[in-house]
């Protein structure tokens, strides 16, 4: 690919959101044409109609915002207090986070709450920029173990608690 | 006068120990919350979402709305020390109170907001008592063509009014669409964009829809662009008022309310566009002018008065039509229907209780916010100082706590992390998120009333439009969509 087409591409990225719609389109339309209408039909209108619709409407969005996007259109990115938008945007930092997000996720059944939920701040907030080799996973416990305590004890709502709650 | 007595019956629920336990942990919650930056009010009542799970209606409603009233209160005071508005509702607040701060007036300005606050609120809460019931008797016999009449309009409403671009509103409110598809069909218990998963067969919850939108999307957003070096908020001591500060502000305390109340109550009119309406108002009437842009208290205090009346105004059409008119109202909505809770016409009669305790709790709750702020001010605006990297690994702990709590299940922690990648997304693009919550919030409930109006006609359209209420909500519908045009137009002549 060349410099100049590389660009083009980066400049119009938002097309990206437009296939999104046109596939989230196509899969709606799909889904509601495959039902089995006949056999549930209650009333004019059946469960098909109004996936018919929103997958219409989702392709002809697709479309109009594919043209907006080539006429020059932009989305606005979204400002906020600590938000600074001249600097590139930090990708990895976002992967990481996701990544000690599905970490949590696969550890709160084997370890239990307080210690993936502590194992996730820690692990957010060193991916974030704090360095505190003692403060950081201190707070981090703290937190977790309150959370749990508030959640399964005080408002009924249950956490596992895992081995560590076991022990204690 | 039947109000009156349902809302001494309200003060009854509302003063009772526990419920004004609620409340104060409400608005302490809500203020923190809303001086936090980067936390808004929408994402704060997401984040809580879970406690429905353990509490009983009530009491959770009634912190709700501290958090809604105490997020504002808060809120100004990070607009007004750090000049980095997190609320678009706060915009104005920082034009005029963040000049005072630096001019070493920030004492002034933080009780010009926190007085306009409270009075907007009581206002504004007054208004509520005395119109509410009137609304939901005159719509307490609308059926299914008029309540998805209003459905659509809410749709139109928050994809055409808000944001600057109505195509990519649009496709924010089909994604929230199709989302809420997902499941069994109400009606035929049909599965629809299941693709044979028994986890997808009970649909995508709400809570982890609004969580993972408001919360997720929101940290990994700002963890994409996070702003190395932080403002540094000005130093402030207690507030207070001389005066003459008094003098100039107690007419914009009174005005605002009456410009931010009807706004609230229209459908996507939340609180950006009656605060610019009251800073505009008071920049006419201010007999120092020159003094706006610098630092004038009238642009203070007006604007966060007509703030809160907005959030008052967003109860009236929450409450007795069961419109979401803004995000916190949506994700208040959603918490309503976790109970079991339609709110609408009939809520008042079926829920007295519910209602006016609410309702008692927002008088209750004002008067806690007003001696919390005024006191406390410099204690609160020390949250600004709190590391960056706490507060967003915070936000996406508590957010895992509450798509866990939905279900106890580990794979809706993965379509939290999928959703809140969507929101992450949908800002990166500039795609409103507001539309796609409504989306799944009201989207299911329009099927529904869809359906029920064509088959009581029999599947003739005009069932869709039998009742003068009908058709003049989609005479507002119409107005909407051809609001463009019609400038243009106007515009055209003008010239």
Redesign the interface.
């Known amino acids: 690919m060349t410099g100049g087409a590389r660009a083009w591409l980066r400049a119009h990225s938002?097309l990206g959101?437009s296939a999104l719609?046109l596939l989230?389109g196509v899969?709606?339309l799909t889904?509601?044409l495959t039902?089995?209408v006949d056999v549930?039909?209650?009333?004019?209108?059946?469960?098909a109609?109004?996936?018919l619709v929103?997958g219409c409407?989702?392709l002809a969005?697709?479309v109009?915002?594919a043209a907006?996007v080539l006429h020059g259109?932009?989305?606005?990115?979204?400002g906020?207090?600590?938000?600074?938008?001249d600097?590139p945007?930090?990708?990895r930092?976002?992967l990481l986070?996701?990544g000690?997000?599905?970490g949590?996720?696969?550890l709160?059944?084997p370890l239990g709450?307080p210690v993936s939920?502590a194992l996730?701040?820690?692990a957010?907030?060193?991916?974030?920029?704090?360095r505190h080799p003692a403060r950081d996973p201190l707070?981090a416990a703290v937190?977790?173990l309150l959370?749990y305590g508030v959640?399964d004890r005080?408002?009924?709502?249950?956490?596992?608690g895992g081995p560590l709650m076991g022990v204690l | 006068m039947e109000s009156l007595t349902s809302l001494m019956d309200g003060f009854g629920t509302a003063l009772t120990p526990v419920n004004l336990l609620w409340a104060a942990v409400g608005v302490l919650l809500g203020t923190a919350i809303g001086v936090l930056?980067?936390i808004g009010p929408a994402m704060a009542v997401a984040l809580l979402l879970?406690?429905t799970?353990?509490?009983e209606p009530t009491g959770a409603f009634i912190m709700f709305a501290g958090i809604y009233y105490g997020a504002m209160f808060g809120g100004s005071t990070?607009s007004i020390l750090?000049n980095?508005?997190?609320e678009s509702a706060a915009v104005v607040a920082a034009m005029e109170g963040h000049p005072m701060a630096k001019a070493g007036r920030g004492a002034q300005a933080l009780a010009a907001a926190a007085i306009g606050h409270f009075t907007g609120g009581m206002i504004g809460t007054l208004l509520l008592v005395a119109l509410a019931p009137v609304v939901a008797a005159l719509a307490v016999d609308i059926g299914a063509p008029d309540y998805l009449a209003l459905m659509v309009l809410a749709f139109i409403a928050v994809t055409s009014v808000l944001g600057?671009?109505r195509?990519?509103g649009?496709?924010s409110l089909?994604?929230g669409?199709?989302i809420g598809?997902v499941g069994l069909?109400q009606?035929?218990?049909?599965q629809?964009?299941t693709f044979g998963s028994l986890q997808l067969a009970d649909g995508i919850d709400v809570v982890i829809v609004a969580v993972g939108l408001f919360a997720?999307g929101?940290?990994?957003?700002?963890?994409?662009?996070?702003?190395?070096t932080?403002g540094r908020p000005l130093p402030v001591g207690r507030p207070w008022l001389a005066r003459e500060d008094v003098r100039r502000t107690w007419k914009p305390w009174l005005r605002g309310p009456f410009i931010g109340f009807p706004f609230g109550a229209i459908p996507a009119g939340g609180a950006e566009i009656p605060t610019f309406l009251a800073y505009v108002t008071e920049k006419r009437l201010s007999k120092h002018r020159d003094e706006f842009g610098k630092g004038a208290i009238e642009g203070v205090a007006g604007p966060e008065s007509a703030a809160s009346a907005s959030a008052a105004g967003t109860l009236v059409s929450m409450l007795t039509l069961g419109l979401p008119t803004t995000a916190v109202a949506a994700v208040m909505l959603a918490a309503f229907q976790q109970y079991g809770i339609q709110p609408g016409p009939l809520l008042f009669e079926r829920e007295p209780e519910l209602v006016w305790g609410l309702i008692a709790s927002l008088f209750v709750g004002m008067v806690l916010l007003l001696a919390l702020n005024l006191p406390l001010a410099p204690v609160w605006a020390k949250l600004l100082r709190i590391?960056?990297?706490?507060?967003?690994?915070?936000i996406?702990?508590?957010a895992?706590?509450g798509a866990?709590?939905v279900g106890?299940e580990?794979?809706d922690?993965?379509v939290l992390?999928i959703v809140g990648?969507l929101g992450?997304?949908m800002?990166?693009?500039?795609?409103p998120v507001l539309p796609a919550v409504i989306g799944v919030i009201l989207g299911p409930a329009a099927?529904q009333q869809?359906?029920r109006a064509?088959?009581i006609s029999?599947?003739s359209l005009t069932g869709l439009v039998n009742t003068p209420f009908s058709v003049t909500v989609y005479a507002v519908v119409l107005l909407l969509l051809g609001w463009p045009l019609l400038r243009k137009a106007v515009a055209r002549r003008a010239s």
């Open positions: 938002e959101v719609l989230l899969l709606v889904d509601a039902l089995d549930a039909a209650r009333g004019p209108v059946g469960p109609t109004v996936p929103v409407g989702l969005v697709a109009l915002l907006d259109g932009r989305g606005e990115a979204e906020g207090e600590d938000v600074d938008l600097a945007a930090d990708w930092t976002v986070l996701a000690s997000f599905l949590f996720a696969v709160i059944g709450f939920g996730l701040f820690w957010a907030a060193y991916v974030l920029g704090s707070i937190l977790s959370t959640f005080l408002l009924g709502v249950p956490l596992p | 930056p980067g879970p406690v799970y353990g509490l990070t750090l980095t508005p997190g600057s671009s195509i990519r649009v496709a089909l994604i669409l199709t598809l069909d009606l035929t218990g049909q629809r964009l997720i929101e940290a990994l957003w700002v963890a994409a662009h996070l702003r190395r932080s590391p960056r990297p706490y507060l967003y690994a915070g996406l702990f508590f895992a706590v866990y709590a106890g580990a794979l922690l993965v992390l990648l992450l997304g800002r990166r693009y500039g795609l099927e869809l359906r064509l088959q029999d599947g």
